[in-house]
């Protein structure tokens, strides 16, 4: 046996064993710093993300701010206001209504939370008090004006009240639907009574809920006790129409 040439073999065992530890241990140290960086890449892609959905949550939560002042803000500037608006407040006190946001598809109506009835706002709406204010008072007047029969009249009633409470917090008329800055389409159909003259206004309402105005209905009454009715509604408006006018003129 050539002793010379197995020391050799042996030697070149022995370092072939010592390069693959040398290279396995190195491989294993590049494969924990891949994947030490890969956990911190996770960690700060988690961070991140939760970073973000804390920012949104914080934007989200400065919104609701923004729109809870100016909520409060219109009402106690209609509440402060000794005409519509302070009628309004007062209509929204005595039927126990309160005011709420929701997400929802309508500018405003009328629902139930916590099983009390409440008036929805929308939350996508312009957060101005003059847009709460508008829609507030527009869907507050079906209430008001509930003892009136379904005519053009009551449909006039409601929106010219819309439009004096918009009036008596300042709004423009003539910048619809554009209120405070940011486009409101449903404060300018709101409050749509004042930019006419009275009988196109009145007779646009009717064509728009499709109800006759009181006249027609007064022709057609059939018994005595209806046709009181229609009368006091007559003199009902006829006294709406007078106590608006100087309010009216000053608007338009």
Not at 44 to 59: C, D, F, K, N, T
Not at 125 to 153: D, T
Not at 182 to 198: C, G, H, I
Not at 246 to 252: P, W
Request: proline content about 4%; some cysteine.
């Amino acid at each position: 046996m050539d002793l010379g040439r197995l020391n050799g073999d042996i030697m070149k065992s022995i370092f072939a064993v010592f390069v693959f530890a040398l290279t396995s241990a190195a491989s294993a140290q590049e494969y924990r710093e891949r994947q030490a960086r890969a956990a911190e890449q996770a960690y700060e892609g988690l961070q991140a993300g939760m970073s973000g959905q804390a920012a949104a949550a914080r934007r989200a939560a400065e919104t609701a701010k923004i729109r809870s002042y100016a909520l409060d803000a219109a009402l106690t500037a209609m509440n402060d206001g000794v005409e519509a608006g302070g009628r309004v407040v007062a209509s929204l006190g005595e039927r126990k209504l309160d005011v709420f946001f929701a997400t929802q598809a309508e500018a405003v109506t009328t629902g139930a939370v916590n099983g009390r009835p409440a008036i929805l706002l929308s939350d996508a709406l312009p957060p101005h008090p003059r847009v709460y204010a508008a829609l507030i008072a527009s869907e507050a007047a079906k209430g008001m004006y509930a003892g009136m029969p379904a005519c053009a009249e009551r449909a006039y009633m409601r929106s010219a009240t819309a439009a004096r409470v918009f009036a008596e917090l300042g709004g423009d008329f003539k910048s619809l639907p554009v209120v405070d800055g940011d486009k409101a389409d449903a404060v300018a159909a709101a409050v749509s009574a004042w930019k006419d003259d009275a009988q196109t206004a009145l007779e646009r309402a009717g064509r728009a809920e499709g109800v006759p105005e009181l006249p027609e209905l007064q022709e057609k009454a059939s018994d005595p006790k209806t046709a009181a009715a229609l009368d006091a509604a007559n003199r009902a408006f006829t006294a709406f129409l007078l106590d608006e006018r100087e309010a009216r003129a000053s608007a338009r």
